[in-house]
């Protein structure tokens, strides 16, 4: 509990007060359990944004293909979103099975099993400091690997940028990526030309940035990932010289 900030614990403890389930939750969670600081302290809740915001003195509803609120407590902005469900309607995908909404709102259980990656998918509870999990996550980090959540090839389709994720996760964590879940990158690769220029540039930010950039290339080119998204190091690397 210590290691989460006030701010975070601030928020859950008020959405618990109003009979609220409310979890610091995904990233925040495997950082902390792969012993590194994170980055951000998000938020997952069973409350709507509509309940969420009247709760807070300084909250905004941000969003609409995925509606969440941002809460400022002191210097701190937390991110608080609520539980989701999988989308099922076909119209919520495009011809190559990427996801155009997502905000179908769930159960706990359904929200996890909506997340990218099993290490990605747990949730603390600062007052109680319990930690749930349904998707064996903590059984990964503790086996140091990277696993995706349901078909791999389903999952990749629904966004591409998960390739780009699993890749920069687990050179940052130093976690292997499960074979399954490594298997059908370099066949979807192609599907990474359809996501929008605004979301690769900035996943490209962070796997450039992270620290681990050298290892992050290196396995970008082992996966068949690298082609078209730095041209300029293409060139480079395909000099015979």
């Given amino acids: 509990r210590d290691q989460v900030p006030r701010g975070a614990r601030t928020v859950t403890e008020k959405l618990q007060e109003h009979g609220f389930k409310a979890f610091v939750v995904g990233g925040a969670v495997r950082?902390?359990?792969l012993g590194q600081t994170p980055k951000?302290?998000?938020?997952a809740t069973d409350a709507t944004p509509e309940q969420v915001k009247p709760l807070f003195?300084?909250?905004y509803v941000i969003g609409r293909r995925f509606r969440l609120v941002h809460v400022h407590v002191g210097a701190?902005?937390?991110?608080?979103?609520?539980?989701?469900?999988?989308?099922?309607?076909?119209?919520?995908?495009?011809?190559h099975g990427r996801l155009l909404s997502d905000n179908v709102y769930g159960t706990q259980h359904e929200d996890?099993?909506?997340?990218?990656?099993?290490?990605?998918?747990?949730?603390?509870?600062?007052?109680?400091?319990?930690?749930?999990d349904y998707v064996g996550g903590?059984?990964?980090?503790?086996?140091?690997?990277?696993?995706?959540?349901?078909a791999p090839v389903t999952r990749f389709r629904e966004d591409p940028v998960r390739m780009l994720r699993a890749v920069r996760l687990a050179a940052k964590g130093g976690l292997a990526i499960d074979p399954k879940t490594a298997a059908p990158i370099p066949k979807l690769a192609g599907l990474i030309q359809n996501v929008p220029p605004a979301r690769l540039f900035d996943e490209m930010q962070k796997l450039l940035l992270s620290g681990h950039a050298?290892?992050?290339?290196?396995?970008?080119?082992?996966?068949?990932?690298?082609?078209?998204?730095?041209?300029?190091?293409?060139?480079?690397?395909?000099?015979p010289l």
């Fill in 138 to 150: 903590v059984k990964d980090i503790r086996a140091r690997r990277l696993k995706l959540i349901g």
């Fill in 76 to 95: 701190e902005v937390l991110e608080v979103s609520t539980f989701r469900a999988a989308q099922k309607a076909e119209e919520s995908t495009d011809e």
């Fill in 57 to 59: 003195r300084r909250a």
């Fill in 31 to 33: 950082d902390l359990l």
């Fill in 214 to 239: 050298v290892e992050t290339l290196s396995s970008l080119r082992a996966h068949g990932l690298s082609h078209g998204l730095l041209p300029l190091l293409d060139m480079i690397l395909e000099q």
């Fill in 112 to 132: 996890a099993a909506r997340r990218d990656f099993t290490i990605n998918a747990l949730y603390f509870d600062p007052s109680s400091e319990e930690i749930w």
């Fill in 40 to 43: 951000d302290f998000d938020i």
